[in-house]
């Protein structure tokens, strides 16, 4: 079939974006170096409106026995922080506005807002997003992609950047998979045909299920 792909220059916004990941890769390098003087990890957890990053966190943190904040980044709510608060989880809503995604500046403004010295964990949702928060590198040791079954069987194909630099993948809402026709160890198979050293896990955010294996996975690629 015959494809349209724009020659370089031909988007109009390429070279504002360019300049704009430039400083965002250099302010991230420095949120980063923070947190590793302060013997802070953070994990950013990407993936679209309604795959299930909040659950995931909710699941981490009663997990994980160690100091733990959240940042949420969301267009102009605070659901999600309001929920992780009720878990008794520091946390610092970020929104915004129009932004489809979170950036390495406004981390820094949020990472400020944290008593850094008192924490072992930062984890970071990202805004509802599959394409965009791939750009934007915050700083964060690792990464996270939740990506739901409910969204699409080809949610994984039609969103390659996001997995190419995953350190991690949940395939989540695996109970309601054949409702929708997806098929989770498809979905797996093409996380890791993008990007074979993720490590992917089969979840159920609400039951747990494939929870206590990723939650080990973390905690090994941290050195924990
Ligand atoms: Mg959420």
New binding site residues.
């Given amino acids: 079939m015959e494809v349209i792909e724009p020659e370089e220059g031909e988007i109009f916004d390429i070279e504002l974006d360019e300049n704009l990941q430039k400083e965002n890769l250099r302010i991230a390098e420095e949120n980063k170096k923070l947190l590793r003087e302060k013997g802070v990890n953070a994990v950013d957890v990407m993936g679209s ?7 995931l ?1 909710e699941r981490m943190v009663e997990r994980l026995d160690m100091k733990i904040a959240v940042i ?1 980044g ?1 267009l102009t709510t605070t ?2 922080a309001e ?1 992780l608060r009720a878990k008794g989880v520091e946390t610092i809503q970020i929104n915004t506005g129009k932004e489809c995604h979170l950036d390495a500046n406004l981390v820094r403004k949020a990472l400020s807002n944290l008593d850094l010295d008192s924490l072992d964990l930062v984890l970071v ?1 990202n805004v ?1 997003n599959l394409i965009c928060p791939a750009e934007f590198p915050l700083g964060a040791e690792l990464r996270i992609v939740v990506v739901s079954a409910a969204e699409s069987p080809w949610a994984v194909s039609k969103h390659p950047y996001i997995f190419l630099d995953a350190d991690i993948v949940a395939i989540n809402k695996i109970d309601v998979a054949k409702l929708v026709g997806s098929d989770p160890l498809k979905m797996k198979e093409d996380v890791l045909s993008i990007n074979p050293r993720a490590d992917v896990f089969l979840t159920n955010c609400v039951t747990g299920q494939g929870v206590d294996e990723l939650v080990h996975s973390l905690k090994n690629r941290l050195g924990l």
């Fill in positions: 409106v309604g795959a299930g990053k909040t659950s966190i949420n969301d659901i999600d929920r949702e509802g």
